[in-house]
T-cell receptor
Framework: GDSVTQMEGPVTLSEEAFLTINCTYT??????LFWYVQYPGEGLQLLLK?????DKGSNKGFEATYRKETTSFHLEKGSVQVSDSAVYFC?????????FGAGTTVTVRA | GAGVSQSPSNKVTEKGKDVELRCDPI?????LYWYRQSLGQGLEFLIY????????KSGLPSDRFSAERTGGSVSTLTIQRTQQEDSAVYLC???????????????FGQGTRLTVV
């Protein structure tokens, strides 16, 4: 079945550092790919998405590029802020089911 | 409503009791999902509804778990004879499109935190 594997955390960074969270997937079809974020005490919300190969999703300074050849969708941000501290989930949807990675906890120190 | 609403937000129950968790999806959303998030774990798929029918119940952990959806809207997840391992956050999500529309966004509720003591 479809699955998502993402880098395990926790990840601790200093403000203005570069963040990357690796995500790879396995799917039989041509899934759409997502990054969801869960801020402390809040619900899960969509951060960005890409629906086909070579698409780049971007939002709030975060970017991820859909790489079909490496089946990857790595999340990057060039300069993190304390407010980026959250749990990040990589996910795919193929047909109807959203499948999630295990989540990566990111803590940004001032 | 403005977003996916779940109730209660917190539930503490004694082992062996039954619980019902409610989800009100966004109006007009035909697809509805239930997920479970255990401490330190990712999101575990439980069940998917399209309208009132559930074409995929493959994630329900045991026959103690059941879910229904009425009127293509509200859904209830029922856990019978709760066990301590059922303690988790239960998340509901809804999306606009029917199955096969790949790039519809799923909107999540805040979840119900269930604690079985």
């Amino acid at each position: 079945g479809d699955s998502v594997t993402q880098m395990e955390g926790p990840v601790t960074l200093s403000e203005e550092a570069f963040l990357t969270i690796n995500c790879t997937y396995t799917a039989t079809g041509y899934p759409s790919l997502f990054w969801y974020v869960q801020y402390p005490g809040e619900g899960l919300q969509l951060l960005l998405k890409a629906t086909k190969a070579d698409d780049k999703g971007s939002n709030k300074g975060f970017e991820a590029t859909y790489r079909k050849e490496t089946t990857s969708f790595h999340l990057e941000k060039g300069s993190v802020q304390v407010s980026d501290s959250a749990v990040y989930f990589c996910a795919l949807i193929d047909d109807y089911k959203l499948s999630f990675g295990a989540g990566t906890t990111v803590t940004v120190r001032a | 409503g403005a977003g996916v609403s779940q109730s209660p937000s917190n539930k503490v129950t004694e082992k062996g009791k039954d619980v019902e968790l409610r989800c009100d999806p966004i109006s007009g959303h035909t697809a509805l999902y239930w997920y479970r998030q255990s401490l330190g774990q990712g999101l575990e798929f439980l069940i998917y509804f399209q309208g009132n029918s559930a074409p995929d119940k493959s994630g329900l952990p045991s026959d103690r778990f059941s879910a229904e959806r009425t009127g293509g809207s509200v859904s209830t997840l029922t856990i019978q004879r709760t066990q301590q391992e059922d303690s988790a956050v239960y998340l509901c999500a809804s999306s606009r499109g029917p199955a096969g529309i790949q790039n519809t966004e799923a909107f999540f509720g805040q979840g119900t935190r269930l604690t079985v003591v």
